[in-house]
């Protein structure tokens, strides 16, 4: 059983920073790329930020770029999403993906695995 937990999420202030965590277990291999999306209410699930297996290559929605960094760490399978400068129009419901395609990965078809999600709410 692969199993994906994100942690981290909850009330923010505009303009205040929160750091989201998701640990992988399970079958899951650590190179896997790992990726973050959200799902504000009313909308689509949308791409935030992306890395490969390798932690070489990070991907960043425009709307992030700047304020958001995402890393990870392979011997303790995790991966980690620092957000900074947060505004109101980031709150949304945050889930963690990991996929074995290195490429595309800003599409949710890149991703094998689905984390249930952390919800972020930021304040104005």
């Known amino acids: 059983q692969v199993q994906l937990v994100e942690s981290g999420g909850g009330l923010v202030q505009a303009g205040g920073s929160l750091r989201l965590s998701c640990a992988f277990s399970g079958r899951i291999v650590s190179w896997y790329a790992r990726g973050w999306f959200r799902q504000a209410p009313v909308k689509e699930r949308e791409f935030v930020a992306a890395i490969s297996w390798s932690g070489d290559n990070t991907y960043y929605a425009d709307s992030v770029k700047g304020r958001f960094t995402i890393s990870r760490d392979n011997a303790k399978n995790t991966v980690v999403l620092q957000m900074n400068s947060l505004k109101p129009e980031d709150t949304a419901v945050y889930y963690c993906?990991?996929?074995?395609?290195?490429?595309?990965?800003?599409?949710?078809?890149?991703?094998?695995?689905w984390g249930q999600g952390t919800l972020v709410t930021v304040s104005s």
């Open positions: 993906a990991a996929g074995r395609r290195d490429y595309d990965l800003g599409h949710q078809g890149a991703y094998d695995y």
